[in-house]
């Protein structure tokens, strides 16, 4: 981190900041809110959704310095240990409904966004739309996937309540078949190996367990078939 420039008013409050490779980051603490599970979340997330071609952000780690670690920027006080950083897309609208369906490439993005959402058990999802890219959706703010919205995370099989992900926002306007059929390949042809690099991408400094970080991905992986079958079902409901 160079320079922090201000706080979000959000329930973790991550901070802006232009980090040292030039780009400005959302970052968020380890030791915030959901005692560090939120960040954990939010890497494995991005790193499955990146493996399918989901529209995920850019994330690095941003390390602190010594004069900033412990000081105050707005009402967060700035980590003293790496923090988990969601690169800044500029130009951006928020919203939690499905919209601009029919924008730029957003029929080849949305499919693979909602197998993300089963895979990863998602709740409180949250999207962006970036006016520079004509309206393309992006995912954000993954922390309270893999059932730990208010609550401790909780891998919940499928064949119970807390495990059917129930949340997805409804489609506004019909995808075409070609887009939910790519989709449905590309988690029938997915190779876990993809995901074999997560446990080196937490810093050592949060001491997280890698077994956890095993088990989680070990879970998206397992809910495949259930993404594949809601897939395939919002693919025919888009038959005229």
Known sequence: MVTPFESANTGEKPIRCLAQDGQQYWCKAFDGLGVGETVVNEIISIEIGKAIGAPVCDWSIVDIPDELAGTRCDDTIISRLPMF??????????????????????????PRLIALWYMCNAEDIQM?????????????????????????????????????????????????LE????????????????????????????????????????????????????????QKKSIP
């Open 85 to 110: 950083g969601s690169q800044l897309v500029s130009s951006v609208i928020t919203d939690d409904p499905i919209r601009y369906v029919g924008q730029d490439d957003n029929y080849h993005r949305f």
């Open 179 to 234: 887009h939910w059929s790519s989709a449905i390949q590309a988690l029938e042809q997915f190779n876990p190996q993809t995901l074999s690099h997560i446990n080196r991408c937490i810093p050592g400094e949060w001491g997280v367990d890698s077994d956890i970080v095993d088990e989680m991905v070990t879970y998206a992986i397992g809910r495949i078939p259930y993404a594949l079958d809601k897939l395939r079902y919002h």
């Open 128 to 176: 962006m739309y970036c006016l520079d890219e004509d309206y393309s959706v992006y995912s954000i703010d993954q922390g309270y996937w893999f059932g730990s919205h208010e609550m401790s995370r909780e891998l919940a099989p499928i064949t119970s309540p807390a495990g059917q992900t129930r949340d997805v926002p409804r489609l506004t306007k019909p995808i075409p």
